[in-house]
């Protein structure tokens, strides 16, 4: 998560955006800067261009001919990677039509009418999370409070016995937050859920129980489905990245919250406005930060020419920070922010499948919070030592006060 300031570096030819100095020491000041000045940057140690402009972005998100996915999502990296191993050619590394096909299989399980008929068992498991905290005592909110629910709702939705769950609750905290190929110490608790995915997959034998796998699992209207190792893609996809993003996104509107006590008790006043605060969450936490593309032809963002086959990196934290899009106070927490067209969770083809499922799941946590605590202080945030990829919060310290 970025902070507002204002000491951006003073020569924009210091700016080492690979450096993952720049991303931790408040980079928003020299972001602003970059866009208004240099919206696209080379970047000579890797050979990648970074877009950081709203329209560049939004752009090659939309156009998958030109910007594809199918090649990496991520910054090459150094070192052989599980997490790279593990997300080829799955749903998010992949372009049509192979992604097409993907997307059709699996969102039958994010429908509009299959998620309102979640919201009765989310709110279930946050209004007993959030009952057992206890008043005047200090939680992590990362860990305590708002990993518990997107864990524990994703891995009922895979039917994962529960025996199991916080097993692999542990594994996915052990992954250290998103999808990083440049981070060794996500590699061994990745493979570890890849290898409970396919026993659990293996256990179901030909039995189809009433859950997300079953639903991924049966055949489209041509008769193609998807392999063993696909769902297998699929269901890590949604645990890791499901959880992470949902859980950052919590994380991210509870320190507003906490920083912003009008702000918190406009929403306590009228949980209606809950949607778009949730929105504003996304879009300020910007926790998917950067994701890759790689240029199909020659072409051009913002007037610069891209050669065809280079990679070009995507700031979503930048351009959720645009003022020619959002105003002279992006860089600004507004919880009645309206319209928001951010795109903190994709854009076009490759948008988050499982977002409408997170976005019911951050909105009942905060209506269930601010019905029972009046406000809470924070103390030291510490955010996540991996920016390349993920940009959530690893540590705030909360002690929260019943109303």
């Not at 949902?246 to 994380?251: E, H, K, M, Q, V």
């Not at 702000?263 to 950067?290: C, F």
Request: overall charge negative.
């Amino acid at each position: 998560m970025m902070t507002a300031t204002d000491g951006a570096i003073g020569n924009l030819d210091d700016v080492d955006l690979g450096a993952l100095e720049f991303w931790l020491d408040d980079p928003e000041p020299t972001l602003r800067r970059l866009r208004r000045e240099r919206p696209v940057v080379h970047e000579p140690t890797s050979g990648c261009w970074i877009a950081l402009r709203h329209g560049d972005v939004r752009s090659a998100l939309r156009d998958t001919a030109l910007f594809s996915s199918a090649l990496g999502i991520h910054r090459p990296s150094p070192r052989a990677s599980a997490i790279d191993d593990y997300l080829a050619g799955s749903l998010i590394v992949s372009d049509p039509p192979d992604h097409t096909f993907l997307r059709k299989l699996v969102l039958p399980g994010f429908t509009p009418r299959t998620v309102r008929a979640l919201e009765d068992r989310v709110r279930q498991l946050t209004v007993d999370h959030l009952d057992a905290v206890e008043e005047g005592r200090t939680y992590d909110v990362v860990h305590d409070l708002a990993a518990h629910v997107p864990a524990s709702i994703i891995c009922e939705l895979l039917g994962i016995p529960r025996a199991d769950q916080e097993h692999v609750a542990t594994l996915i905290e052990a992954c250290g937050g998103g999808f990083d190929n440049r981070n060794p110490v996500q590699d061994e608790p990745s493979r570890l859920v890849f290898d409970y995915l396919e026993q659990l997959l293996a256990d179901r034998g030909a039995s189809e129980p009433d859950d997300l796998i079953t639903t991924t699992s049966r055949p489209a209207d041509d008769g193609r489905r998807l392999t063993p190792y696909q769902v297998m893609q699929f269901c890590f996809l949604l645990l890791i990245g499901g959880t992470d993003n949902t859980r950052a996104t919590i994380s991210t509107g509870m320190e507003r919250l906490g920083a912003l006590p009008e702000q918190r008790d406009a929403l306590a006043a009228d949980p209606g406005l809950l949607a778009t605060a949730t929105e504003e969450m996304i879009r300020y936490g910007s926790v998917a930060a950067i994701t890759a593309r790689t240029a199909m032809r020659d072409t051009e963002l913002s007037g610069v020419p891209i050669p065809a086959g280079r990679m070009v990196l995507l700031v979503i934290a930048s351009a959720n920070r645009d003022e020619d899009v959002f105003g002279p106070d992006a860089g600004e927490f507004r919880h009645d922010r309206h319209p928001n067209p951010h795109v903190g969770w994709g854009f076009g083809a490759h948008a988050c499948v499982g977002a409408p499922l997170a976005r019911l799941t951050i909105r009942v946590f905060f209506e269930e919070l601010l019905q029972r605590f009046a406000s809470w202080d924070t103390g030291e945030l510490s955010p996540m030592g991996n920016f390349e990829h993920y940009c959530g919060l690893d540590r705030l310290p909360v002690t929260l006060h019943r109303r």
